[in-house]
């Protein structure tokens, strides 16, 4: 195991709402990233934290947010949920701004209805 | 075009065959290469790592062509247990950042 974890498993929301999803990063690491895998794609690249502040992102709309904590868990909000961001959310340790190679947690499968 | 283009797949083989899945990258600057294994509905685990010099890890070798921005992986005497989605992925310049391939799906038969 990665020692990466990722809650809630699974979610369930309806257009409109607004979702947050959490990352535990594995010890010593303080970078994360996240990545959104839509069915049969691979994953696409959202953003990057580097100890507690935005490293890089991806070619994703303002809605899309996040937070790094001092621990270096993280969090990635999405708002006004669409249809097409139902997919998977992964989110990536690593250690220093990403340079080590990243290891995945199991990710948060999200439905939007 | 995409910046990683993998074969669609699915491959269908044997038990014991040999499968060689191709990749191209689009930026020639790109820094690393990797090759990630799927399983149905879990998250990308890393295979190995992809050297210009070539590297092999059991059944597993591994090529990288800068020249030709293409990347390859071979497997050898395929295993049930080898069925899964193989991503290539790449480290384009600037921060660190993985941009993967839509992936292949292997899929090995008894």
């Known amino acids: 195991e990665t020692g990466v974890t990722q809650s809630p498993t699974h979610l369930i929301k309806t257009r409109g709402q607004q979702v947050t999803l959490r990352c535990s990063s594995q010890?010593?690491?303080?970078?994360v990233s996240w990545y959104q895998q839509a069915l049969g794609q691979g994953p696409q690249f959202i953003f990057q934290?580097?100890?507690?502040?935005?490293?890089g992102r991806g070619n994703f709309p303002p809605r899309f947010s996040g937070l790094q904590f001092p621990n270096y868990s993280s969090e990635l909000n999405v708002n006004a949920l669409e249809l097409d961001d139902s997919a998977l959310y992964l989110c990536?340790?690593?250690?220093?701004?990403?340079?080590?190679?990243?290891?995945f947690g199991p990710g948060t499968r999200l439905t939007v209805l | 075009r995409k910046e990683v283009e993998q074969d669609p797949g699915p491959f269908n083989v044997p038990e014991g065959a040999t499968v060689a899945f191709n990749c191209t990258y689009s930026?020639?600057?790109?820094?690393?290469f990797f090759w990630y294994r799927q399983d149905c509905r879990k998250e990308p685990k890393l295979l190995m790592s992809?050297?210009?010099s070539g590297n092999e890890d059991g059944r597993f070798t591994a090529q990288l062509n800068r020249a030709s921005q293409y990347i390859s992986l071979l497997i050898r005497d395929s295993k049930l247990s080898d069925s899964a989605t193989y991503l290539c992925?790449?480290?384009?310049?600037?921060?660190?950042?993985?941009?993967f391939g839509t992936g292949t799906r292997l899929l090995v038969s008894p």
């Open positions: 990536a340790s690593s250690g220093d701004r990403g340079t080590d190679t990243q290891y």
């Open positions: 010890s010593g690491h303080n970078t």
């Open positions: 934290y580097y100890r507690e502040e935005e490293n």
């Open positions: 930026n020639s600057a790109s820094q690393s």
């Open positions: 992809v050297y210009s």
């Open positions: 992925v790449v480290n384009p310049p600037g921060f660190q950042k993985l941009v």
